[in-house]
């Protein structure tokens, strides 16, 4: 089953505005990381959280972890037009699972000037 | 410091063709990942080095696919012969120390398209 599935698939804002993107997952992880991927360029990393981590931040970025709900969001506040990409949230394995990061299809975000 | 890079960022074959990708990871970095998206669906794993060893290449989609890395250093990706499904961008990442606990860097990308 698919670990790392993002929520929801498209978000068209105004500059601005705040955009929450969700993540779910299925089993129990060690790290969870949002991504982030401009059109044509490569992932940049944005956030990682630990399990036993529930709320980071970043800059603009506020990411809160749920390991009860098995679930993530990723939270950009006053959005800017640079902030169009796609974001994926990726999941490893857990303790004795995989170590790879396992992507969902990620939310494609844009937001208008 | 230099990231991640890729080359080329572009290719364009046709069925049957032959294709090698290329990644240069972070200096110092013995954790060198593989990985592809096809278009609209996930990021998919191909496989993983450390140093010059295969640690998993249980993403890799088939015997047409074959990864290499030589002292340790840059990984190549070869396709061969190319397929139309294998379009999509193919991601290289690397990491150091413990492949668990370190972020991982990605570089821009490969777009790979077969005609």
């Known amino acids: 089953s698919q670990q790392g599935e993002e929520d929801p698939q498209a978000l068209s804002i105004q500059e601005g505005e705040n955009a929450t993107m969700n993540c779910s997952y299925k089993t129990s992880i060690n790290n969870l990381q949002w991504y982030r991927q401009n059109s044509g360029r490569g992932l940049v990393h944005l956030i990682l959280i630990r399990s036993n981590e529930r709320e980071k931040h970043s800059g603009r970025l506020r990411v809160t972890l749920d390991t009860s709900k098995k679930s993530s969001s990723l939270l950009i506040t006053a959005s800017r037009a640079a902030d169009t990409a796609s974001y994926f949230c990726?999941?490893?394995?857990?303790?004795?699972?995989?170590?790879?990061?396992?992507f969902g299809r990620g939310t494609s975000l844009i937001v208008h000037p | 410091e230099a990231g991640v890079t890729q080359f080329p960022s572009h290719s364009v074959i046709e069925k049957g063709q032959t294709v090698t990708l290329r990644c240069d990871p972070i200096s110092g970095h013995d954790n060198l990942y593989w990985y592809r998206r096809v278009m609209g669906k996930e990021i998919k794993f191909l496989l993983h080095f450390v140093k010059e060893s295969k640690q998993d290449e249980s993403g890799m989609p088939n015997n047409r696919f074959l990864a290499e890395r030589t002292g340790g250093t840059y990984s190549t990706l070869k396709v061969q012969p190319a397929e139309l499904e294998d379009s999509g961008v193919y991601f290289c990442?690397?990491?150091?120390?413990?492949?668990?606990?370190?972020?991982?860097?990605f570089g821009p990308g490969t777009r790979l398209t077969v005609l």
């Open positions: 990726a999941t490893d394995g857990g303790i004795g699972g995989s170590y790879i990061p396992t």
């Open positions: 990442a690397s990491s150091q120390g413990k492949a668990r606990y370190n972020e991982q860097f």
